[in-house]
T-cell receptor, first 115, second 111 residues
Framework: EAGVAQSPRYKIIEKRQSVAFWCNPI?????LYWYQQILGQGPKLLIQ????????DSQLPKDRFSAERLKGVDSTLKIQPAKLEDSAVYLC?????????????FGPGTRLTVL | EDQVTQSPEALRLQEGESSSLNCSYT??????LFWYRQDPGKGPEFLFT???AGEEKEKERLKATLTKKESFLHITAPKPEDSATYLC????????????FGSGTRLSIRP
């Protein structure tokens, strides 16, 4: 079974530029998550989708970050304009809907460096 | 406020020296507690899900246990390839509740 795919793996931009990340979840997984992981910290949830709809985006800095999940499959996360503090690894994860709890499977991440 | 705390931050062991990692949590209505392994430059790799106090799960040299306030990840006779960061996460409350991660324990096993 193919895992969660993400691209690009690495991105270097200057502050105030824009950047976009792409994620393709595991086939059949209805729930998709975007996390930000700063070096030395655990992942922090940015946004959670259930099919096409947003379940939780309470920690998404909406003045500069946006995300969409068209047709309930692939998703893109965009930052515009980027700040130095956005340097981090951006992780995508997906899960099957489970009424007990949501075991998530992660992609390899995109390492963003903002100069 | 829901909170997850992992200790120690870092642990260095000799090959074969067993030990335990701790994950303490404060949440309302635990739905699940998760353990992940993360290697440098990679995404977290799922290890275990625990649902209720008293539950235990094992995989090779790893054993996870859960109480009402904390979880332990026991590592028996570790090998250098067990070196990684181990992350704990909890999900609480409603079916749409988010998952909160701890900061992880960096485990290093010396040959």
């Amino acid at each position: 079974e193919a895992g969660v795919a993400q691209s690009p793996r690495y991105k270097i931009i200057e502050k105030r530029q824009s950047v976009a990340f792409w994620c393709n979840p595991i086939s059949g997984h209805a729930t998709l998550y975007w996390y930000q992981q700063i070096l030395g910290q655990g992942p922090k949830l940015l946004i959670q989708f259930q099919n096409n709809g947003v379940v939780d985006d309470s920690q998404l800095p909406k003045d500069r970050f946006s995300a969409e999940r068209l047709k309930g499959v692939d998703s893109t996360l965009k930052i515009q304009p980027a700040k130095l503090e956005d340097s981090a690894v951006y992780l995508c994860a997906s899960s099957l809907f489970d009424p007990r709890s949501d075991t998530q499977y992660f992609g390899p991440g995109t390492r963003l460096t903002v100069l | 406020e829901d909170q997850v705390t992992q200790s120690p931050e870092a642990l260095r062991l000799q090959e074969g020296e067993s030990s335990s990692l701790n994950c303490s949590y404060t949440v309302s209505g635990l739905r699940g507690l998760f353990w992940y392994r993360q290697d440098p430059g990679k995404g977290p790799e799922f290890l275990f899900t625990l649902y209720s106090a008293g539950e235990e799960k094992e995989k090779e040299r790893l054993k996870a246990t859960l109480t009402k306030k904390e979880s332990f990840l026991h590592i028996t006779a570790p090998k250098p390839e067990d070196s990684a960061t181990y992350l704990c996460a909890v999900q609480a409350g409603s079916s749409a509740s988010k998952i909160i991660f701890g900061s992880g324990t960096r485990l290093s096993i010396r040959p």
